[in-house]
């Protein structure tokens, strides 16, 4: 049995998107329905929203109650490789078997009636996990939170709330406040939250709904709080202080994801063993990974290769941090990008820590940013740069041009995921 097969219902459901992209749940619930309401029959849900770090937050977090030998559902998006990515059984990722029986019943339970990709998807993650014991299931929310498709369990175990900033403002809101808002759409009544360092207008918002519902907060500098001091990660909070390695996730960024999944482990009454492996064992794809095989490491050598899939804003703020932090030498940036998204935002804190800049259309996606276009926004903001017709070519350009530094191909998960295929 081979991957061909889940492939192919895959492209079918693409098939049954609205010709609106509307965020609504009426689609979902009528599915869930039609398949007895597994949302009801969940393992204690841990829910994840936010702009930045969602998907490394519950990697913490599930390396944290294994750790303390929970079984341990997860479900993350989007994939980088395979679809199989996104949906984690019992610690697993899931099979070829299991996975094209599910997608085929629910395709089948659709019965050909209008949904996006995402949603039905999302459903049969639900059915997955309801179908399968564990501890946990760990849901990371695909796009706002108030009428993602995740957002059907009444009543998780836990929220969490990960950094808020500008992002998909064409469906969550032009303002800061507004797209906390969206976020803060999946506290629910009586229902505890954790919630990440914020700037003012998001916390505001996000408090003020926990309020209305009634749900305790423990919220970054007031409840908890996190710090890197003398190459240590120090967590402290009213049950005490840890003393911790670290992230194995590079980036000052991570620090803080990290003190926001300890933050939720202890809500769950984790060990200090659960914290600690939250800390040093999570490994993260295109998450400023070093890629140390395949074609373009050999093309590129002896230059180091990264890769990172950072795409907005509050990313470009950290991947500059995470370069400042790394060992002087330059740094020669190959980037490719959607036309949704914000470039000159996120390349102008990058200007100030990269040499320059090769830019590459995304092969594949309709929305990518055209390459030319990319280099003149580059340009705009005051970064040396260049186009190229692939990453191939972009990476043989600058071992051309230079022995030593490092490359770093960043900008899009998409890309990022196109990357990843060829290099395990």
């Known amino acids: 049995m081979t991957q061909v097969r889940s492939d192919a219902i895959l492209e079918r459901m693409m098939a049954l998107h609205p010709k609106v992209m509307d965020l ?7 599915l869930l329905g039609a398949l007895g309401n ?5 393992p204690p849900v841990v ?3 936010g702009t930045n770090g969602k998907g490394s937050t519950q990697a913490m977090i599930r390396a944290g109650l294994e750790a303390d030998g929970h079984r341990v559902h997860a479900y993350t998006s989007p994939h980088l490789a395979r679809f199989h990515e996104r949906i984690r059984l019992a610690g697993t990722l899931i099979t070829e078997d299991k996975l094209t029986s599910l997608l085929d019943e629910c395709y089948t339970a659709n019965d050909g009636a209008p949904i996006t990709y995402f949603e039905i998807t999302t459903v049969a993650a639900i059915l997955a996990f309801a179908r399968t014991p564990a ?9 706002g939170g108030r009428l993602d498709a995740t957002n059907v369990v009444d009543a998780p175990a836990l929220s969490v709330i990960t950094p808020v900033s500008i992002d998909h403002q064409q469906y969550l809101g032009d303002t800061l406040a507004e797209i906390a808002g969206e976020k803060a759409g999946i506290i629910k009544r009586r229902t505890p939250c954790v919630v990440a360092r914020q700037e003012d207008d998001a916390l505001d918002v996000i408090e003020a709904q926990a309020r209305r519902l009634g749900a305790p907060l423990s919220v970054h500098g007031q409840d908890w709080h996190v710090a890197s001091e003398h190459g240590r990660l120090v967590y402290q909070d009213d049950r005490g202080l840890l003393d911790l390695p670290m992230p194995s996730l590079l980036g000052q960024h991570q620090v803080q994801n990290a003190g926001t999944a300890i933050a939720a482990l202890r809500r769950l009454g984790a060990s200090d063993t659960a914290c600690e492996a939250a800390v040093v064992v999570p490994v993260w794809p295109a998450r400023m990974q070093r890629l140390r095989k395949g074609p373009l490491v ?3 050598n002896p230059i180091e ?8 804003r509050a990313a470009g703020e950290a991947l500059a941090e995470t370069l400042a932090s790394l060992a002087p030498r330059p740094t020669h940036l190959i980037c490719g990008m959607l036309n949704t998204k914000d470039v000159a935002g996120y390349l102008r804190p990058l200007s100030k820590v990269a040499a320059s800049l090769v830019a590459v259309s995304i092969p594949g996606e309709t929305n990518t940013m055209d390459a030319a276009q990319t280099c003149e926004i580059a340009k705009s903001v005051g970064m040396p740069a260049t186009s190229a017709p692939s990453v ?4 043989a350009k600058i071992a051309e041009e230079t022995a030593s530094g490092r490359i770093l191909i960043c900008g899009s998960l998409y890309l990022a995921g196109r990357i990843l295929r060829d290099h395990g």
Do not use: F, K, S
């Open 24 to 30: 609504v749940l009426d689609r979902v619930w009528r």
């Open 38 to 42: 597994p949302q009801n029959d969940l």
């Open 47 to 49: 829910h994840i929203a």
């Open 135 to 143: 501890d946990y299931t760990l849901l990371e929310v695909g796009l």
């Open 298 to 300: 050999d093309l590129a």
């Open 305 to 312: 290769l990264w890769l990172d899939g950072g795409h907005n």
């Open 392 to 395: 191939p070519h972009a990476v």
